[in-house]
């Protein structure tokens, strides 16, 4: 098999890993360009598309011209009980370059994560050690394990797909006998995998593709952008407000909160992984969700991480984050961590102890 290693270790100061598969080189795509951003996409979706999806403008600014992030005075938390006790502050594990980093995978030592401009998957430690596991993905930028421990990375790049890691194999890059691209101009988002061997992602609309590689959807009205799947495997969270919904007048808010923005819409999950009863459950929720083995849901939204409660979508508290946090999840020894991924000038890592564990449905056992 013809392999391709873009060597970027150096550029990082990564420490090197051994790759015992390589992803086959694929003359159409670009690796580190975004499909929407790839000048041969008209011509792609023209020649293998029905209903030829509009090539999109590109959306934020271009790689190195993000904003520098605004100051941080990382003032001891409050705490909330049993979850993150009172008096800690974030600390800084990691800072680099790449952008766009989506649904991080929990290890041992820390979490995984997927840069997609940069084509790679970086494991990044809580001692600030950082080891490039993958460097051949076609614009990685989310990720998902399914209870297997299979790791799976969602491509950006024209054609996008969703790959198995190791071994390097295609899962999925159509739905109806036509590539993804055909479902619109969104990015491939975020991905969570379910305990049937399937995942579920966002494109501009939620999706499923179960355990064999079928895709189905879409499925409800939300746009979507972050996604969780419930302890019990029954309910799907994305990210975003249903049209109209408003919260209510007395909508109650944890002490010293701000007003909140966003919010998570709620599916039921059936047994073939379909999707039923979209509703908004909850009036916080902007990017990347966590869940603990409580049920209750971390999502990043006005400044913070709100955690709300799984049984009725009000809130239990609000943590000040770092600015430009974007995405959180749990991860290291036990999933005792909480890490805040940020992205601004540049792509750091943030963590803090938490009293609580994280859910994830599979272990990912590096190599």
Request: charged content about 15%; overall charge neutral.
């Amino acid at each position: 098999m013809q392999a391709r290693t873009l060597v970027l270790a150096g550029l990082l100061s990564l420490a090197p890993a051994a790759f015992a598969q390589q992803q086959p080189v694929d003359p159409v795509r670009t690796p580190g360009v975004q499909a929407g951003r790839d000048p041969n996409r008209d011509a792609f979706v023209m020649k293998n598309c029905k209903a030829p999806a509009p090539t999109p403008a590109p959306g934020g600014p271009p790689p190195g011209q993000r904003p520098p992030a605004p100051q941080f005075d990382n003032a001891p938390i409050a705490g909330i009980p049993g979850i993150v006790a009172a008096g800690q502050r974030w600390r800084k594990v990691w800072e680099g370059t790449g952008n766009n980093t989506d649904s991080p995978i929990a290890t041992d030592k820390g979490i995984l994560l997927a840069q997609n401009d940069l084509s790679q998957i970086v494991e990044i430690g809580l001692d600030g050690s950082s080891t490039v596991i993958a460097s051949d993905t076609y614009t990685g930028g989310a990720l998902a394990i399914t209870p297997a421990g299979k790791l799976y990375v969602g491509e950006r790049a024209l054609n996008r797909s969703i790959w198995e890691v190791s071994p390097r194999r295609l899962f999925t890059n159509t739905m109806n006998g036509e590539p993804l691209e055909c479902l619109g101009a969104a990015v491939l988002n975020d991905l969570v995998a379910d305990r049937k061997g399937g995942m579920y992602m966002t494109m501009g609309g939620v999706y499923y593709a179960n355990s064999k590689g079928v895709v189905s959807g879409r499925y409800g009205k939300v746009g979507g952008n972050g996604i969780a799947v419930s302890l019990d495997d029954k309910t799907l969270y994305v990210t975003g407000r249903l049209p109209d919904a408003m919260p209510p007048a007395d909508l109650k808010l944890p002490p010293g909160a701000p007003q909140p923005t966003g919010g998570l819409v709620a599916f039921d999950i059936q047994p073939d992984g379909s999707l039923t009863n979209e509703r908004q459950f909850a009036w916080a929720g902007n990017d990347g969700t966590a869940v603990d083995l409580q049920g209750r849901l971390y999502t990043p939204g006005n400044g913070g991480a709100w955690i709300i409660d799984p049984k009725t979508g009000g809130f239990l508290g609000h943590i000040p984050t770092p600015p430009g946090t974007h995405g959180l999840h749990f991860g290291g020894p036990n999933r005792s961590t909480l890490f805040a991924i940020t992205l601004n000038a540049e792509t750091a890592v943030y963590a803090i102890d938490t009293q609580v564990k994280g859910y994830q449905p599979g272990e990912w056992r590096g190599k």
